[in-house]
């Protein structure tokens, strides 16, 4: 993925790490240096809480008189930043699982994600079957059969308004008896009526656990990286309801602060599992920890 993040990432990198590198090749690091590393962070779109809590370790090594020169400075904030985005998050390890739930509110990306993972897996040879689980919005299995259809797979969808559950069980029944590698399932995102949701995406995980009891089920939410800071509320809600497995950043072509990838690991300490930034099927790739901290630290992450 270098060449897609340095390519989405690529003015966003360049302005962080300019003014990082101001501070690195300086001569005098003093107090302010590790005040101007916060308005840095902040000026990213970290969040408050991952300036802060890296601003106060630099901080502390600061007094214990680890940081004198730039290279020391970068150093220790890059130790903090993979600590943040690589230890403390899980990996996703996308080969354990067949079955993928997509959630997320509506127009954050879930149908044109599932479009993605479709065409990632149909390339690599793998059967795919998809269920088109969101039955409220009238034009919802429309959008998704035209996005899949030069895949030509296999697209279980329902009447609309009929139960997303029922229609879920028979994507679960076809794919028992289908021979097929890979489960996709779309679902719908109404936050307006949040419970009702959130009742039915309860619903929806307990027919996949009954109908393919020994199958680990991904559950992938979408978070739309131009919603900035406001988007990490909308994914704890999900996150209280729902077993969230990993997040998809997505938008991220239209996201000119990339630091929300920061605030998301952070504040939901789940791990990023995909980018998605376009609208061609071709526009997904895995997210890279090691070169987005690359990107940030030195504007560019190859
Ligand atoms: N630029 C851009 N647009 C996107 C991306 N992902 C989705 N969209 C657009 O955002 C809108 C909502 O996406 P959709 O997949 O329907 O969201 P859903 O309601 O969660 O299923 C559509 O117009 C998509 O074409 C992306 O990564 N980049
Ligand atoms: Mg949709």
Request: proline share 1%; charged share 20%.
């Amino acid at each position: 993925m270098f060449g897609f993040i340095s390519k989405n990432l690529k003015s966003f990198f360049s302005t962080v790490s300019s003014k990082l590198n101001l501070l690195f090749n300086s001569n005098k690091i003093d107090q302010a240096t590790i005040q101007e590393i916060e308005k840095i962070l902040l000026s990213a779109d970290t969040g408050l809480a991952v300036a802060r809590q890296i601003t106060q370790k630099l901080q502390q090594d600061y007094n214990a008189g680890k940081i004198a020169t730039g290279l020391e400075l970068k150093e220790l904030l890059a130790g903090y930043l993979q600590e943040l985005l690589i230890n403390s998050s899980l990996t996703l390890d996308s080969n354990i699982s067949k079955i993928y739930l997509l959630v997320g509110i509506n127009g954050s990306g879930k149908t044109t994600l599932l479009g993605k993972l479709a065409h990632k897996y149909v390339q690599a040879g793998k059967r795919v079957l998809i269920v088109a689980g969101d039955t409220f919005r009238s034009a919802a299995v429309q959008q998704l059969a035209q996005l899949v259809s030069p895949l030509k797979v296999t697209v279980i969808s329902g009447a609309q308004d009929s139960a997303p559950s029922a229609v879920i069980y028979r994507g679960c029944e076809e794919f028992k008896t289908g021979h097929y590698d890979i489960l996709l399932i779309d679902t719908a995102g109404r936050l307006q009526a949040r419970e009702d949701l959130m009742r039915e995406l309860a619903k929806v995980e307990r027919v996949i656990q009954k109908q393919l009891p020994a199958q680990k089920v991904t559950t992938l939410l979408t978070i739309d990286a131009t919603l900035g800071q406001n988007s990490l509320d909308q994914a704890r809600i999900f996150g209280t309801h729902v077993k969230v497995d990993g997040i998809v950043l997505t938008k991220m072509d239209g996201a000119s602060k990339g630091g929300i990838a920061l605030a998301i690991v952070d504040g939901l300490k789940l791990p990023i599992a995909y980018i998605s930034a376009g609208e061609k099927l071709t526009d997904l790739e895995s997210f890279d920890a090691q070169a987005y901290i690359t990107g940030l630290l030195s504007g560019d992450s190859q």
